[in-house]
C-alpha cells in the first residue's frame, strides 16, 4: 500500500538524445512539479500517513470554495490537480514545502503512472490482435467477427476475461523499471528512457521504485 | 514543446559541413576498444540524408573489393569525430539508389561545377 516518494508531472512529448556514451536513446520528456505540499497527513491526525501534492495552477473561479480555504492553509496558491501518496513513515516534509525534479537523479529508475491514450470501442482485430476471417472463398458477413467464444454444455457459460471487442485505452497504466537519463532542475524536466502512457500533455505521476 | 526543441537543440552538432546527395564524404569514426579510442575513415558517396534534429542520418555508400557497402550514421551522434567533404558531385535527384544497380564506370557521379 505503502508508495514510495513521487512528484506529479506533464508529459511534454518524445524525442531522441545522445547518451553518455554517445548511444541514441528514445526519451520521454516530462515537465515535473514544482509541486507544493498541500497536506501532511499522519497516523495521529488522519490515521495514516501520506503526503497531497498539487501541480498546475488554477484561477479561483476554476476551484470551489471549500479546495480555496483548503488550498489556502498551505499559502501557495490554487491548482488543478492534487494526488495523494500513502507513506510507510511519518512525512518529512513540511505543509507548503516544494517538491522538485531534484528528488530524482539520472541512472535511477523510476516507475510512471498516467491514463493511457483512450481509443474507443474497438474490435477484437484490433483490441486484440485477433486474426479475423477470410475475405473470399464464401464468408459472408463475418470478415472481422469474434468467432467461437467457448464451448458447449460444458462449461454452459463463456469464461470471465475472453477478450471481445470494448472499450480500449483510457485506463490508469503503470510503466515499471524506467531509466532516468536526464534531470534538469533548471527546466523542471525529467527524460525518461522509453515511452510513458498517456497523451501529450497527459497527467502522469513518476515515483521512485 | 520549446523543452523538446531545446534539448534537441543541445543535443545536435553544428560542426558539420554541408554535403549533399551525390557527394563523396570521408567520416571519421571514432572506436573505442576496450580501453584504446582509434579513428577509422569511411569513404564513399553519399546516396541519402533523412533530414530531422536529432534522429536525422545519411548513408554513405562505397564498393569495397567489389562488394557495395552502405552505412547509415546519426548525423549527430558523438561517435562521428568529423566529416570531411572530398568532392561535390552533380545529381538530379536526392536518393540515389539507382547507383546500387550499376558497377564500375557507370557508378561514378559526375563533379559537380560552378556556373
Known amino acids: 500500500m505503502a508508495e514510495k516518494m513521487g512528484i506529479l508531472g506533464r508529459k511534454l512529448g518524445m524525442t531522441r538524445v545522445f547518451a553518455g ?27 495514516y500517513n501520506a503526503l497531497q501534492i498539487a501541480l498546475t495552477a488554477a484561477r479561483e473561479k476554476h476551484v470551489t470554495k471549500p479546495l480555496q480555504g483548503h488550498f489556502a492553509k498551505a499559502g501557495k496558491g490554487l491548482f488543478r490537480h492534487l494526488h495523494e501518496i500513502r507513506l510507510n513513515g511519518e512525512p518529512e516534509q513540511q505543509l507548503g514545502q516544494e517538491l522538485t525534479v531534484a528528488m530524482f537523479a539520472a541512472g535511477e529508475v523510476v516507475k510512471v503512472t498516467g491514463k493511457s491514450v483512450g481509443k474507443g470501442y474497438q474490435g477484437r482485430m484490433r483490441r486484440w490482435n485477433f486474426a479475423g476471417s477470410k475475405d473470399t472463398h464464401g464468408c459472408e458477413k463475418v470478415h472481422r467477427n469474434n468467432g467461437s467464444v467457448g464451448n458447449n454444455t460444458f462449461p454452459g457459460h463463456v469464461f470471465k476475461g475472453r477478450k471481445m471487442a470494448g472499450h480500449w485505452g483510457n485506463e490508469t497504466v503503470t510503466e515499471t523499471g524506467l531509466l532516468i537519463v536526464d534531470v534538469r532542475p533548471e527546466d523542471n524536466v525529467i527524460l525518461v528512457k522509453g515511452s510513458v502512457p498517456g497523451p501529450k500533455n497527459g497527467l502522469v505521476l513518476i515515483r521512485k521504485q | 514543446m520549446d523543452i523538446i ?24 569514426l571514432r572506436i573505442v576498444e576496450g580501453e584504446k579510442e582509434r579513428i577509422q575513415v569511411f569513404q564513399g558517396n553519399v546516396i541519402r540524408i533523412k533530414r530531422g534534429t536529432t534522429n536525422a542520418t545519411f548513408t554513405v555508400r562505397k564498393v569495397s573489393d567489389g562488394v557495395g557497402v552502405e552505412r547509415i550514421f546519426p548525423l549527430n551522434s558523438p561517435f562521428i569525430d568529423h566529416v570531411e567533404l572530398v568532392t561535390q558531385g552533380r545529381v538530379r535527384r536526392s536518393r540515389l539508389y539507382y547507383l546500387r544497380a550499376l558497377k564500375g564506370k557507370a557508378a561514378r557521379i559526375k563533379p559537380r561545377g560552378r556556373f
Open chain 2, 5 to 28: 526543441r531545446k534539448i534537441e537543440q543541445e543535443n545536435m552538432r553544428m560542426d558539420m559541413p554541408a554535403f549533399r546527395s551525390g557527394d563523396t564524404v570521408k567520416v571519421h
Open chain 1, 21 to 47: 556514451d554517445g548511444a541514441a536513446v528514445a526519451v520521454t520528456v516530462i515537465e515535473a512539479g514544482p509541486c507544493p505540499v498541500t497536506q501532511v497527513k499522519t497516523v495521529q491526525t488522519d490515521g
